[in-house]
């Protein structure tokens, strides 16, 4: 929408400032205008790299997040607008309340480990703690383990009823 409102300011600018519209107190002045190119600068990376199907999986949520963050902290050369630096800050800010989230969640650890293009090494590569590393891949292996056990107990399960259908049957052929 922004962009849109960028590419259009000619039109939008003599709209709003024609008397006869009662449209004058959306007038934007050439500040206004630098905001929203500034914004329009900012956030279009991120959106953009967001939108892409392949990166919107619960593996790629943490990069997503981290490329994110280094969209909204570059700004190249570009010098931007105290609001638009403002707004850029807390969207940095409420990005890291949401990466702290991730915590709290293990789905988050065990997708991007069990990632084939990750696995334990992408935490290894961005300086986690080694301890935090070590919880992870016991937080794995303590979920492989119920997942094996669960496992194992269908197939007995699943054993046990072939056993019980096979005899069923045998019985019920002599019934004949």
Same mark, same amino acid.
């Given at each position: 929408? *922004?962009?849109?409102?960028?590419?259009? =300011?000619? #039109?939008?600018?003599?709209?709003?400032?024609?008397?006869?519209?009662?449209?004058?107190?959306?007038?934007?002045?050439?500040?206004?205008?630098? #905001? $929203?190119?500034?914004?329009?600068?900012? /956030?279009?990376?991120?959106?953009?790299?967001?939108?892409?199907?392949?990166?919107?999986?619960?593996?790629?949520?943490?990069?997503?997040?981290?490329?994110?963050?280094?969209? *909204?902290?570059?700004?190249?050369?570009?010098?931007?607008?105290?609001?638009?630096?403002?707004? $850029?800050?807390?969207? =940095?800010?409420?990005?890291?309340?949401?990466?702290?989230?991730?915590?709290?969640?293990?789905?988050?650890?065990?997708?991007?480990?069990?990632?084939?293009?990750?696995?334990?090494?992408?935490?290894?590569?961005?300086?986690?703690?080694?301890?935090?590393?070590?919880?992870?891949?016991?937080?794995?292996?303590?979920?492989?383990?119920?997942?094996?056990?669960?496992?194992?107990?269908?197939?007995?399960?699943?054993?046990?009823? =072939?056993? /019980? *259908?096979?005899?069923?049957?045998?019985?019920?052929?002599?019934?004949?």
């Amino acid at each position: 929408m *922004l962009r849109f409102a960028e590419q259009y =300011r000619e #039109v939008i600018d003599a709209i709003t400032s024609n008397k006869t519209y009662g449209l004058r107190k959306f007038e934007l002045d050439d500040d206004e205008w630098k #905001v $929203v190119g500034d914004l329009v600068y900012v /956030f279009k990376t991120a959106t953009l790299f967001f939108s892409s199907d392949a990166i919107s999986t619960i593996s790629n949520v943490i990069s997503t997040m981290d490329a994110i963050d280094d969209i *909204l902290q570059s700004r190249g050369d570009r010098k931007l607008q105290p609001a638009v630096l403002r707004a $850029v800050a807390l969207g =940095r800010a409420t990005l890291q309340r949401y990466y702290q989230k991730t915590d709290a969640s293990d789905i988050y650890r065990l997708a991007l480990v069990l990632h084939p293009s990750s696995k334990l090494e992408c935490y290894r590569t961005n300086g986690f703690d080694a301890d935090w590393i070590s919880d992870t891949e016991n937080m794995l292996r303590k979920q492989y383990k119920a997942y094996s056990n669960r496992m194992a107990k269908n197939r007995k399960d699943t054993i046990e009823v =072939r056993v /019980f *259908l096979t005899t069923l049957a045998e019985l019920m052929s002599h019934l004949h």
